[in-house]
């Protein structure tokens, strides 16, 4: 059974840091490609991050040089550190795994070996 366990949201103030972890189980971690998206209420589902199974990263504009995707292959685990953090960041954080960006919101409906796989999510408030 695959899993992906979301740790590290919480509340913080504007300015403030989070690092979400990510724990996966279940199918072969180093060959595949991590991401991280988010859901805010009102919005669509944004792809955050990725990481990729060559050690390839991906950032969207609004979180360059704030946030930084990192995994360790020995603890089957994807992170996402975030500093700064404001009240736009305020969201929904998903873990997925294989997951192809399509817009709409998230989580996707079809969790597979075909389109991927999410976390529970893990919700991350920003307050100013």
């Known amino acids: 059974e695959v899993q992906l366990v979301e740790s590290g949201g919480g509340s913080v103030q504007v300015g403030g840091s989070l690092r979400l972890s990510c724990t996966a189980s279940?199918?072969?971690?180093?060959?595949?490609?991590m991401g991280w998206f988010r859901q805010a209420p009102g919005n669509e589902c944004e792809l955050v991050s990725t990481?990729?199974?060559?050690?390839?990263?991906y950032y969207a504009d609004n979180v360059k040089g704030r946030f930084t995707i990192s995994q360790d292959n020995a603890k089957n685990t994807v992170y996402l550190q975030m500093n700064s953090l404001n009240p736009e960041d305020t969201a929904v954080y998903y873990c997925t795994a294989d997951v192809f960006y399509s817009g709409g919101y998230c989580p996707y409906p079809t969790s597979n070996a075909d389109f991927g796989y999410w976390g529970q999510g893990t919700q991350v408030t920003v307050s100013s």
């Open positions: 990481i990729s199974s060559d050690g390839s990263t």
């Open positions: 279940g199918f072969t971690f180093d060959d595949s490609n």
